[in-house]
Structure formats: structure tokens, C-alpha cells
Nanobody, 117 residues
């Protein structure tokens, strides 16, 4: 059974930093694509960052230069380091795993990030 457990969310002031973690089980973690999505109230869900099995990464334009996605295959954990946070980064952040670009996605329960102005 696939299980993704996010942690690290919270309340931070503008310009601050947070690091989200997602511990995965029930998947071949080292070969899976890992994503972070977010959804703000009243807005569509947005793909924030992805990391592929070889370590390559991609980011939404809105977070480039501020967020860094990384993975530790020995710990089956993916991270999202978020720096220079802005109020518009406020959202529920979800960890997602998929076997390939077209495979089904498995979602975590989400963790709330709130950035105060």
C-alpha cells in the first residue's frame, strides 16, 4: 500500500524559510518521480517541483530560485526547501509519487504552509 506522509508545514513570516519532508513507503522510491504540488484556497492545484530518478529537477516559474527539491533514496524521503517565502506561497502542499510521466499519481494528505505579510 502506498503511503506518503508530509511534515514541516507551518506559519512563517514573509522572507522566511521552511523545509517540507515527505516519507514514502509502499513504492520503489528510488526509481519513482517525486513531485510537490500546492493548492491555495479558490485556486487550481499547481505543480511546484519535480525530481526524477536520476536526480534532475524541474520547477514552476513562480518558485524558481527560491525553492529546492531534493531526495534521499536511503531514507525514502523527498524534501522541499522553501526560501524567501511570500504570502502567495500560502497553500496546502502535497507530496506526490508516480512511476512514470504517464502513470497514476499517489497523493499524501497535505501540509499547510501559511506565509504572513
Amino acid at each position: 500500500q502506498v503511503r506518503l506522509v508530509e511534515s514541516g508545514g507551518g506559519l512563517v513570516q514573509t522572507g522566511g524559510s521552511l523545509r517540507l519532508s515527505c516519507a514514502a513507503s509502499g513504492v520503489p522510491f528510488s526509481v519513482n518521480i517525486m513531485d510537490w504540488y500546492r493548492q491555495a484556497p479558490g485556486k487550481q492545484r499547481e505543480l511546484v517541483a519535480s525530481i526524477f530518478s536520476g536526480g534532475s529537477t524541474s520547477y514552476a516559474d513562480s518558485v524558481k530560485g527560491r525553492f529546492t527539491i531534493s531526495r534521499d533514496n536511503a531514507k525514502n524521503t523527498v524534501y522541499l526547501q522553501m526560501n524567501s517565502l511570500k504570502p502567495e506561497d500560502t497553500a496546502v502542499y502535497y507530496c506526490v509519487t508516480r512511476r512514470s510521466m504517464i502513470a497514476d499519481r499517489y497523493w499524501g494528505q497535505g501540509t499547510q504552509v501559511t506565509v504572513s505579510s
